[in-house]
């Protein structure tokens, strides 16, 4: 075989051997990624037991000041941001962490599922924030993300804010919501928001306290990593029973809690999306 000819077999072989390479990749990335399919929901619970394995580091919220609850909030062992309607007849209580991908592939897959739930009145939200990341890659993005949506809580604009945060969330590695100029930028996505009262509780880390009480309730749980989603108290992600989560199963499970029970028609919680 001429010189000419094994190069061209050579160049070929490279060539397959590197799209072979993509496409293992690309395979890789797919399984990362939450969708209303399965196939992602069960790729993004293996992206949650990779964080919950490098738990425990040490965590900036530990230097957080006194406990300043925001407006609303649930107190007690286990603080939240309730959302929705207040007498919902089931709770979805879902634990994140504003620096997670694994929460904004959550986010991203279920938002609007769980929008359209707490404005039929049929669930109510509590949101547990934790600053996982930070205790495992250093940082406090975590922490002051989790601070500015606590002070998104007080101006009742926490579901708005909480979606900008988690559309516009930096790689996990890039502590970029460590910056309260990030945060306040990203405010101004959200009408009526940036506002003095808002500026100041940012900078002067309002809530610090309470986020890391709510991290320390975190710590002290059973859950495996974030997020960690329930549905009147039992585990549904990233499965319930032998069922894979999905928007239409959220919305089964869902109905199947309340049947027989009537829908929410309290004026929602400060920050809610839901509508009369």
């Known amino acids: ?26 395979k890789q990335r797919r399984v990362l990624i939450v969708s209303a399919a399965v196939v992602g929901v069960l790729g993004l619970a293996a992206v949650v037991g990779v964080i919950a394995a490098n738990a425990g580091g040490k965590d900036s919220s530990d230097k957080a000041g006194p406990v300043v609850d925001p407006t609303g909030a649930i107190t007690g062992d286990k603080p939240a941001i309730p959302q929705g309607r207040p007498d919902a007849p089931s709770t979805l209580a879902v634990w ?18 769980i929008h359209e739930l707490e404005a039929a009145g049929a ?24 601070n500015a949506a606590a002070c998104a809580q007080d101006a009742g604009k926490f579901t708005a804010y909480h979606d900008v945060l988690y559309t516009n969330q930096p790689p ?87 049947k027989g029970k009537k829908a929410g028609t309290a004026s929602p919680a400060a920050g809610s999306p839901a509508k009369p």
């Open 1 to 26: 075989m001429s010189e000419k000819n094994q190069d061209g077999r050579s160049a070929r072989e490279r060539l397959q051997q590197q799209r072979e390479r993509d496409k293992a990749r690309e």
């Open 96 to 113: 994140e962490d504003f620096r997670c991908p694994a929460c904004a592939q959550f986010e991203g897959a279920f938002r609007t599922t």
């Open 123 to 146: 669930v109510k939200a509590e949101y547990h924030l934790a600053t996982l990341i930070d205790g495992n890659l250093g940082g406090s993005g975590s922490l002051r993300a989790a």
């Open 172 to 258: 996990e590695t890039d502590d970029a919501y460590g910056k309260n100029d990030k945060l306040l930028e990203l405010a101004a996505k959200v009408p009526g928001l940036d506002t003095p009262a808002f500026r100041a509780c940012v900078e002067d880390g309002t809530h610090d306290g309470w986020v890391k009480k709510s991290n320390d309730a975190f710590r002290k749980s059973d859950f495996n990593g974030t997020p960690s989603v329930l549905l009147n108290g039992e585990s549904i992600f990233p499965q319930k029973g032998s069922e894979q989560i999905s928007p239409d199963n959220l919305k089964k499970w869902v109905a199947e809690a309340n």
